[in-house]
């Protein structure tokens, strides 16, 4: 993996000190973190972390409770459309009109986004057929296959061919061959120069593509640096599931529960 500048110049999206409460619960707490130019960040932590919180802050879509976050310079708060402009959002959760076609909700997007036809239909082109989705361009969304609607959500993610991906769970519904093609879609993004904040609870995916890593857990980041940066500071040379079971404080536990899991009444046979 190339080397990452870590320089002033090269910072593509800064968070400091962000905090986010709903009521009472604080789901990010005095977060800082940086993703540079070039590079593939993977926020990764237990459920209910803060981590999809953290991503939606960025997009612009909570009221912050404190703290600052600038896209290549920009606020999400004060210049919304700048950083919608530069992001390519996947949310964990679907997000599609139901009741529209994949053709016109793209149409739908592209004409508020105002994007230039004739380049975004070659975008378009090529995204329909690499995902293998075309064939459900004139279906309605509402018909689509869990994995099939997660293909036009990246593809609307995509299409404006922006520099910063911010991804939730990216990979989650999509067949095999869909998830190595959108994996190296990624590799190709940072090559080009973008840059992708990941979160996941795949470890696996976390070690293959992510060039540094962030633990959150209760809202903070707890350890960040490059997967053998990770090993070096536990001292092992384990996976980076163990290394994050290790890291979060929930090794013992998960051994225990392991241990226990005979107590759970066998299956009957009849
Ligand atoms: N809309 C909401 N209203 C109230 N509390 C919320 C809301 N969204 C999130 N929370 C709480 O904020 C905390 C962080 O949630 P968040 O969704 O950011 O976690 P996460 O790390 O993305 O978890 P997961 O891995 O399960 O997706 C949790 O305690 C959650 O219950
Ligand atoms: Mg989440």
Redesign the pocket.
């Known amino acids: 993996m190339k080397d990452l500048k870590k320089d002033n110049n090269n910072i593509m999206l800064e968070i400091t000190n962000l905090t986010k409460k709903?009521?009472q619960?604080i789901?990010?707490d005095n977060l800082t973190f940086t993703v540079f130019t070039g590079e593939i960040y993977g926020l990764l932590?237990?459920?209910?972390?803060?981590?999809?919180?953290?991503?939606?802050s960025i997009l612009g879509l909570l009221e912050l409770d404190s703290g600052k976050i600038s896209v290549l310079g920009y606020n999400p708060i004060s210049s919304p459309t700048q950083v919608k402009e530069l992001i390519g959002y996947l949310p964990?959760e679907s997000s599609l009109y139901e009741s529209m076609t994949v053709k016109e909700l793209l149409d739908f997007i592209i004409s508020i986004r105002k994007l230039d036809p004739a380049s975004t239909l070659q975008t378009l082109d090529r995204l329909l057929d690499v995902l293998n989705a075309r064939k459900y361009y004139t279906s309605m969304i509402a018909s689509l296959s869990k994995g099939n609607k997660r293909k036009i959500e990246i593809i609307t993610a995509l299409i404006h061919r922006p520099q910063l991906l911010i991804l939730?769970?990216p990979l989650f519904g999509l067949d095999t061959r869909s998830a190595v093609i959108l994996k190296e879609i990624f590799r190709l993004h940072i090559e080009q120069g973008g840059s992708i904040l990941l979160?996941t609870?795949i470890m696996d995916l976390a070690q293959q593509l992510c060039t540094r890593i962030g633990i959150?857990n209760n809202?903070t980041i707890i350890v960040e640096g490059t997967f053998e940066e990770l090993q070096e500071k536990s001292n092992s040379t384990k996976s980076l599931e163990q290394l994050f079971l290790e890291l979060t404080n929930q090794s013992e536990i998960t051994s225990n529960i392991i241990q226990q899991l005979r107590d759970i009444p066998a299956i009957k046979a009849k």
């Open positions: 709903y009521g619960t789901a990010v932590g237990p459920n209910g972390a803060g981590k999809s919180t953290t991503l939606k964990e939730d769970e979160s609870h959150i809202g």
